[in-house]
T-cell receptor
């Protein structure tokens, strides 16, 4: 099946630091989505990207749709303790809008 | 606005017992519907998806099945649960060419 390589697997940072994580694939994607999941809850959509090169912000979060359409990254600026959780990237392949492929997640820990 | 419901929230079942998890979506029509399973600390595994009533695509061969009896209702079933069926089950919906939204999940423990 299709694989999205998400890195890093986990991060331990100090409150106030910036965070960067990314997803790459060998295939071209038409959509990139970024989610945050907290323990015992369903993933919550943070940002959706639809065009190559698109840069979109949601508060302290910024995500970009890579020019090659094979990657995306998520940045979190000035992290706070409530940013703790698992962040997932997801995408839809060009030509197949019924399925979503997910990365394995980046576990973020923020030390106050 | 659209909302997605799942129940039950938690479930403890003995090995060999049947299973029925339900998911309903409100506020939209003709959604694509999805069932995922998530093992502890792991990523999301797509189990089934449906693009319309009675249309089910299975992604992983297993002892689970899915049904879509109504436009906004998606059911995950099993006739006999295995220990390996334990996990966090998530239902999601999307419209074609659009984002995907998840329900709150069902925590299933098979003993």
């Amino acid at each position: 099946g299709q694989q999205l390589n998400q890195s890093p697997q986990s991060m331990f940072i100090q409150e106030g630091e910036d965070v960067s994580m990314n997803c790459t694939s060998s295939s071209i994607f038409n959509t990139w989505l970024w989610y945050k999941q907290e323990p015992g809850e369903g993933p919550v959509l943070l940002i959706a990207l639809y065009k190559a090169g698109e840069l979109t912000s949601n508060g302290r979060l910024t995500a970009q749709f890579g020019i090659t359409r094979k990657d995306s990254f998520l940045n979190i600026s000035a992290s706070i303790p409530s940013d703790v959780g698992i962040y997932f990237c997801a995408g839809q392949l060009r030509g197949n809008f019924n399925k979503f492929y997910f990365g394995s997640g980046t576990k973020l820990n923020v030390k106050p | 606005s659209q909302t997605i419901h799942q129940w039950p929230a938690t479930l403890v079942q003995p090995v060999g017992s049947p299973l029925s998890l339900e998911c309903t979506v409100e506020g939209t029509s003709n959604p694509n519907l999805y069932w995922y399973r998530q093992a502890a600390g792991r990523g999301l595994q797509l189990l089934f998806y449906s693009v319309g009533i009675g249309q089910i695509s299975s992604e992983v061969p297993q002892n689970l099945s899915a049904s879509r009896p109504q436009d906004r209702q998606f059911i995950l079933s099993s006739k006999k649960l295995l220990l390996s069926d334990s996990g966090f089950y998530l239902c999601a919906w999307s419209l074609a060419y659009n984002e995907q939204f998840f329900g709150p999940g069902t925590r299933l423990t098979v003993l």
